[in-house]
């Protein structure tokens, strides 16, 4: 750090809006009786995900990526809805959109399904100044065939890759095999690339329904074909919110975290602990519920119009 940039990035104008919308949140569970709640920010136990990377800490504990499997220990334990906002960290590279510390909101209704929790999730960023009208919601595969004009669940990774190619985009560098093989690798640059920079750019818009094999902590629904009962929420092209019709099965749950442990394993990633005390919670019993993770700075920058991350957080990474 030098002299010159020892100052906050964000305005106290901004900072002001923004513990405003932190007491918006407290007021808008409170309201509901939907419990706020703490838990640790370091575990010995780390997620696992085959897309998030998590900060080791000295004496071999992880920071947290999100309070997700803290939350569901209490909700196995008898909690009922809960609620918070909390710092969260991964590895990922400072950008626009990113810095390896944020904000996530995170909640739990038991009772609630991902459509029921959509309706929540809109009545709230109403109330944090989103628009009232003109929200949109798609199922993954419509949402594929308005902004891309093919059916994602019958494209495979070849024409899925060669489709991206045609349209002029350049694929990531030094691919695995694994990678270039994968339908799912090549969806996710779909939307990430594609389709969510075009989705609620005015009003926000819910894609729901994903494929099976993008399940993640959600329940799958024998439809055809099977799909997981999951949502994203964008807005201004920008992914703000991504929610779960919550898998409560120990014993699935434990085999996705094997899986995903030999997927990292094959492909030279770090390969933490997967959290065996929410695998004995949901053993317990996780009542049925969904859950969502909103990211709280993201959500700062859509409803004040900040084109960078930077701007609503006081220290970002390069001056932290």
Same mark, same amino acid.
């Given at each position: 750090?030098?002299?010159?940039?020892?100052?906050?990035?964000?305005?106290?104008?901004?900072?002001?809006?923004?513990?405003?919308?932190?007491?918006?949140f407290r007021i808008f569970f409170a309201e509901r009786d939907v419990l706020e709640v703490s838990t640790p920010l370091r575990s010995r136990y780390a997620t696992v995900?085959?897309?998030? *990377?998590?900060? !080791?800490?000295?004496?071999?504990?992880?920071?947290?990526?999100?309070?997700?499997?803290?939350?569901? &220990?209490?909700?196995?334990?008898?909690?009922? =809805?809960? $609620?918070?906002?909390?710092?969260?960290?991964? &590895?990922?590279?400072?950008?626009?959109?990113?810095? =390896?510390e944020f904000t996530m909101l995170e909640w739990y209704r038991p009772g609630f399904d991902h459509l029921t929790l959509?309706?929540?999730v809109e009545a709230l960023?109403?109330?944090?100044?989103? =628009?009232?009208?003109? $929200?949109? &919601?798609?199922?993954?595969?419509?949402?594929?065939?308005?902004?891309?004009?093919?059916?994602?669940?019958?494209? *495979?990774? !070849?024409?899925?890759?060669? &489709?991206?190619?045609?349209?002029?985009?350049?694929?990531?560098?030094?691919?695995?095999?694994?990678?270039?093989?994968?339908? *799912?690798? $090549?969806? *996710?640059? $779909?939307?990430?690339?594609?389709?969510g920079p075009q989705l609620g750019p005015q009003t926000p818009a819910f894609v729901y329904d994903f494929p099976a094999s993008q399940a993640a902590l959600a329940r799958v629904r024998d439809d055809e074909p099977p799909v997981a009962e999951r949502f994203e929420l964008f807005w201004h092209g920008v992914?703000?919110?991504?929610?779960?019709?919550?898998?409560?099965?120990?014993?699935?749950?434990?085999?996705?975290?094997?899986?995903?442990q030999q997927w990292r394993a094959a492909n030279g990633r770090a390969v933490p602990p997967y959290d065996a005390a929410l695998i004995a919670a949901l053993q317990a019993g996780l009542p049925p519920c969904a859950g969502v993770a909103l990211g709280a700075d993201r959500l700062l920058m859509q409803i004040l119009g900040c084109a960078r991350i930077e701007d609503v957080i006081a220290f970002p990474a390069d001056r932290a």
């Open positions: 750090m030098t002299a010159t940039n020892w100052k906050p990035t964000a305005s106290f104008e901004v900072l002001r809006a923004r513990a405003a919308l932190l007491n918006t995900d085959r897309h998030i *990377d998590s900060f !080791a800490t000295d004496g071999g504990g992880w920071l947290q990526t999100s309070p997700e499997f803290a939350m569901k &220990r209490l909700l196995a334990a008898g909690s009922g =809805p809960i $609620w918070q906002a909390a710092p969260v960290f991964r &590895r990922d590279e400072q950008g626009r959109d990113h810095n =390896p959509m309706d929540e960023l109403r109330r944090c100044g989103a =628009p009232e009208f003109g $929200w949109q &919601r798609y199922r993954y595969r419509d949402v594929f065939v308005i902004f891309a004009g093919f059916d994602p669940f019958k494209a *495979d990774a !070849a024409e899925l890759r060669r &489709r991206l190619g045609e349209r002029g985009i350049a694929e990531p560098e030094a691919l695995s095999d694994d990678e270039i093989a994968n339908p *799912d690798f $090549w969806l *996710d640059l $779909w939307m990430s690339l594609v389709i992914e703000l919110a991504n929610g779960f019709h919550e898998l409560t099965d120990a014993a699935e749950q434990q085999r996705r975290f094997e899986a995903d």
